[in-house]
Each structure stands twice: as C-alpha cells, then as structure tokens.
C-alpha cells in the first residue's frame, strides 16, 4: 500500500527534452522570418469598346500623357521625373477630374506607365484610361 | 570545528522560461505569412502615392497576374515553363471569365504585376485578356515602401553583372541607397 502511494505521488515529466524542442522550433522561426516589401496598387481603366485615343468628343478636355522607350510625354513634350511632376501638379489645381489618357507604344518599359500613374495618384488624379498604340 | 555547510544543487525553476519560450513560439507562428507563390524574377516599380494592399484589397476572389520582363505571363507562378498565359492568351481570357463568372466582374479585382523593365505588349496582352473577359478596371503592383527584397534584388542582379544597368536602373538604385533601403553588397 504505502509503494503504490509512493509511485502515485508527485510524478516527474522530463523537462529537458522538451525544452530542447522548444528551442529548434524558436531558432527555425527566427531564421525563416522576414520583412516583405510594402506593396501598392495603381488603379486605371481600359477604354471601352468602340473608343479610340484620339475620339473627337474627349480630345479637347482629356490630359494626354504619352509613354515611349525615352520617357514620359505631356501633352507631346518629353519630360524629366520632375517636370512631369510639376506639370501634372499644375493641371491637377484646374481640374481634378479631367480625363488623363496614358498612350502607352507597344515598345515602351513597363516602369514609365506606373511612374505616370503614380504621380497622377499623388496629385488626386483618378479618372485614369490606358490606351496602347 | 564546526560542520562545513552542505552545498545543495542549485535548482534553477523552468516553468517561467517554458512560458515565456512558448509566447515568442506563439508570436512567431503568428506573424509568419505563407503566402501564394510568385513569379520571383519579377522587380516592381516604385508607386508611393498608390492604394496600400491590405487584406480588404486582396480579397480571396482577387486574380494576380505576372508580367515578367522576358514576357512570360503567368498567376502564382503557374504554367510553369516557356512564356505561360503568353502563349496561349485565350487560356488566361478563360481564367478570368470564370472569376467573373463566379464572383462577379464587380467582385473580382485584376492585379498586373509588371516587371519595371516589361515591355508593354506583354503588359497588354493581359490587359486585353481582361478586357475580353469583360474587366474594364484593372489595376498595377507597385513597391510602396520597399523594405529590402525587391532593390536588394535589383541591385545584386546588376552588380553580378547578370543585367545590363540602363540609366533609370541607376539612378533608382541611387535613390534606394541614400534612403538606406539596400545595403552595397561586400566584394
């Protein structure tokens, strides 16, 4: 009787083993873990069908921005980063919600389309159609 | 002469440290991200001014579509091999339809992943895919605030010598090494 109660009292779980687990899984989270980019989205429109980049009806209003394999045009201009900046800042104080049509060339680098887009975003410049030429 | 005093093993008390060891097991199962695998190769343009992809942005019924600059188009890096939806463009126009089909054209939001060096009749043709499935609005991944892989990435392809370094490139790189983004690889 007092052999059965001796084996019933305080049973001992083996910490150490554990302990060394617990570590492996801490050191594998450690090294796997890491910072991601922060990531953005630009939103455009597709024309409708039947709509051209040089309609009669928009030709007049629109903002029209050009993108080559040399960079960004504004309304025929070739412009550097910064006067493409300005220049959309200055439209952008008439009318935020002028229709801005990006002529992209079949040829042109991906980079100069999300740069125009961008910094249409950045002066509130949402009303945005891609045309491809 | 008195009794030496006996030394007793020092016992040291696990049970906080096993507590405080699973908490961070617990912060790290946490904030681990599994996410959906992508065409790797791929660099994004920087778009600081666009919307911030947040869960509310990427719903389940989303559609990512990668453009990378050879022009191989594909969705969570899949068809593996060749140039993927670019070969058979009727393929992804099928996709898509049955997205919208399914959720509503509404519903389903279109991301084109476009490598910064992509040509845009690449671009284009998953963008005419989506028009022929009936999205009209569609939308560009940019790198809000890139925190390291994207230039660190761009920077050791042009430093290995694996990419021809145009001036944009460049000037870019320029950019990200003054902000502290990217660090000189060692040589």
């Known amino acids: ?133 | 002469m008195a009794k030496k005093p006996q030394t007793e093993d020092a016992q040291l008390d696990m049970t906080p440290m096993i507590d405080v060891v699973f908490q961070l097991i617990i912060f790290f199962v946490v904030t681990l991200k599994m996410s959906a695998e992508q065409d790797e190769t791929i660099v994004l343009e920087d778009g600081k001014h666009g919307i911030e992809l947040t869960t509310e942005e990427l719903p389940p019924s989303h559609l990512m579509i990668d453009v990378s600059r050879t022009g191989r188009i594909t969705i969570n890096d899949y068809p593996k091999g060749g140039r993927g939806y670019a070969d058979n463009i009727g393929l992804l126009t099928q996709k898509v339809k049955e997205r919208v089909t399914r959720y509503g054209a509404d519903n389903v939001p279109i991301l084109i992943r476009g490598d910064i060096d992509a040509r845009h009749e690449y671009v284009k043709k998953a963008m005419d895919a989506c028009t022929a499935a009936g999205v009209w609005k569609l939308s560009f991944v940019a790198v809000q605030e890139p925190k390291g892989p994207n230039w660190q990435k761009l920077y050791d392809q042009v430093q290995g010598g694996k990419r021809r370094k145009t001036p944009w490139v460049g000037q870019q790189i320029e950019r990200h090494k003054k902000s502290g983004a990217i660090k000189p690889s060692k040589k």
Not at chain 1, 37 to 62: H, I, M, Q, V, Y
Not at chain 1, 80 to 88: E, P, Q, R
Not at chain 1, 106 to 132: Q, R, T, W
Request: overall charge neutral.
């Open chain 1, 1 to 133: 009787m007092a052999s059965k109660r001796k084996t019933m009292d305080n049973p001992k779980a083996e910490m150490t083993p554990m302990i060394d687990v617990v570590f492996q899984l801490m050191i594998f989270f450690v090294i796997t873990i890491k910072q991601d980019d922060l990531f953005c989205k630009l939103n455009a429109n597709r024309p409708a069908p039947g709509s051209s980049a040089s309609s009669s009806s928009e030709e007049d209003t629109s903002i029209k921005i050009d993108v080559g394999t040399g960079g960004i045009f504004l309304n025929q201009r070739l412009m550097s980063h910064a006067d493409f900046d300005a220049g959309i800042a200055k439209l952008a104080k008439v009318s935020k919600d002028a229709t801005v049509l990006v002529r992209c060339t079949l040829d042109s680098p991906h980079h100069y389309l999300v740069e125009a887009l961008d910094v249409c975003n950045k002066y509130g410049m949402y009303n945005l159609s891609i045309f491809s030429m």
